[in-house]
């Protein structure tokens, strides 16, 4: 059974850091894309960045280029999302979620955590 | 970047009924690289379609998608109790990123 399992959100004031992590099983982790996807506060949803299996090729949404950093561990089948320089805007529901078909096409979803970013 | 723009905004309908709902691209979705996912609330979103129209597994008949280039269409033939939700599309086309529309809340009328 595919299970992704995030972990490390909470409360952290503006301008400070955060690490979250997806922990992955049920699945090959090593042959999938994987994506960390988020959700403000009663809004839609919004692609924040996704890895390459190998971890060779990453993008970032233009939200967080510069502030979000995303990195595998296929060793550890898990998944990382390093969020510096925090603003409100960035308190979300944030979802690990794995690429289906080669393509961009999150189909494995995990429960999500939540990031609030105020003082 | 493509835009979608999902409408209605609100649908609101009794069980039983048919539902259908739109998501308009900005430009065209190469290689009908459209899905759907269905969120219930408190609940991570679920592949409901892709491909615009071939159902993940595990998703009941009554959900079909059709439609290609700009305009897409979600079909619930007969809302069933659980159906009621927000969903949303995505297209997948257009690297490097990947875009979602705004929602469309199918509430009980």
């Known amino acids: 059974q595919v299970q992704l399992v995030e972990s490390g959100g909470g409360l952290v004031k503006p301008g400070g850091s955060l690490r979250l992590s997806c922990a992955a099983s049920?699945?090959?982790?090593?042959?999938?894309?994987m994506s960390w996807i988020r959700q403000a506060p009663g809004k839609g949803l919004e692609w924040v960045s996704y890895i390459s299996s190998s971890g060779s090729t990453i993008y970032y949404a233009d939200s967080v280029k510069g502030r979000f950093t995303i990195s595998r561990d296929n060793a550890k089948n898990s998944l990382y999302l390093q969020m510096n320089s925090l603003r409100a805007e960035d308190t979300a529901v944030y979802y690990c979620?794995?690429?289906?078909?080669?393509?961009?096409?999150?189909?494995?979803w995990g429960q999500g955590t939540l990031v609030t970013v105020s003082s | 970047e493509i835009v979608l723009t999902q409408s209605p905004g609100t649908l609101s309908l009794s069980p039983g009924e048919r539902a259908t709902l739109s998501c308009r691209a900005s430009?065209?979705?190469?290689?009908?690289?459209l899905a759907w996912y269905q969120q219930k609330p408190g609940q991570a979103p679920r592949l409901l379609i892709y491909?615009?129209?071939s159902r993940a597994t595990g998703i009941p008949d009554r959900f079909s998608g059709s439609g290609s280039g700009t305009d897409f269409t979600l079909t619930i033939s007969r809302l069933e109790p659980e159906d009621f939700a927000v969903y949303y599309c995505q297209q997948y086309g257009s690297s490097p990123g990947l875009t979602f529309g705004g929602g469309t809340k199918v509430e009980i009328k």
């Open positions: 430009q065209s979705v190469s290689s009908s690289y």
């Open positions: 979620a794995a690429f289906w078909f080669g393509e961009l096409l999150p189909g494995y």
């Open positions: 049920g699945f090959t982790f090593s042959d999938y894309y």
């Open positions: 491909g615009a129209s």
